[in-house]
Antibody
Framework: QITLKESGPTQVKPTQTLTLTCDFSGFSLSTSGVGVGWIRQPPGKALEWLGIFYRDVDKRYSPSLRNRLTFTRGTSQNQVVLSMTNMDPVDTGTYYC?????????????????WGQGTMVTVSS | QSALTQPASVSGSPGQSITISCTGTSSDVFGYDYVSWYQQYPGKAPNLMIYDVTNRPSGVSDRFSGSKSGNTASLTISGLQAGDEADYYCSSYTNSNTQLFGTGTRVTVL
């Protein structure tokens, strides 16, 4: 069974760096094609794709956030960490990590089949 | 990159069919058969309903179907039920090797 769970601060101040951890189980990032995506959602607004982590040398970032985002492995092999610099109140929202959908030996672009519960982050002084 | 365009709301009566459109560009929807659809209930994480334009993951009802024509993808819900009332988002792979979500559609069952 695949599970993911996000953790981190519920509030950060403007200009600070946000660090979120995604703890996952039931799959390995060593498997070809498997990835962990990050998606966020401001209150009452649409989903926004932030990027996806496949392995240390294979990551994708949203073009609009590329300069502020970094995905890394955590201290455990079953963790992916999101860092976002220079936080602003417009970055307030729920942040999700999600598993890239794979089935029958194939993995599918743009499809996330299992999501974490999400973690709400408020940016305010 | 701008979000894919969806109607803000679509409604229908129980038993009816409704269709949600998702309009992109030649850089995303038109160029790739990697469109996904998600259902999201208030306060919950999204659920994957369709991937690769037309395919349903195991466990998703066959009342949900996807299609694409040109730069517009569509999600059709047939035999509308009260439990289908939710927000729906499309998503597409892009030529920048990234992903875009749509603006979201609120489905209301009358």
């Amino acid at each position: 069974q695949i599970t993911l769970k996000e953790s981190g601060p519920t509030q950060v101040k403007p200009t600070q760096t946000l660090t979120l951890t995604c703890d996952f189980s039931g799959f390995s990032l060593s498997t070809s094609g498997v990835g962990v995506g990050w998606i966020r959602q401001p209150p009452g607004k649409a989903l926004e794709w932030l990027g996806i982590f496949y392995r240390d040398v294979d990551k994708r970032y949203s073009p609009s956030l590329r300069n502020r985002l970094t995905f890394t492995r955590g201290t455990s092999q079953n963790q992916v960490v999101l860092s976002m610099t220079n936080m602003d109140p417009v970055d307030t929202g729920t942040y999700y990590c999600a598993h890239r959908y794979c089935s029958g030996g194939s993995c599918y672009l743009g499809a996330f089949d299992v999501w974490g519960q999400g973690t709400m982050v408020t940016v305010s002084s | 990159q701008s979000a894919l365009t969806q109607p803000a709301s679509v409604s229908g009566s129980p038993g009816q069919s409704i269709t949600i459109s998702c309009t992109g560009t030649s850089s995303d929807v038109f160029g790739y058969d990697y469109v996904s659809w998600y259902q999201q209930y208030p306060g919950k994480a999204p659920n994957l309903m369709i991937y690769d334009v037309t395919n349903r993951p195991s466990g998703v009802s066959d009342r949900f179907s996807g299609s694409k024509s040109g730069n517009t993808a569509s999600l059709t819900i047939s035999g509308l039920q009260a439990g289908d009332e939710a927000d729906y988002y499309c998503s597409s792979y892009t030529n920048s090797n990234t992903q875009l979500f749509g603006t979201g559609t609120r489905v209301t069952v009358l």
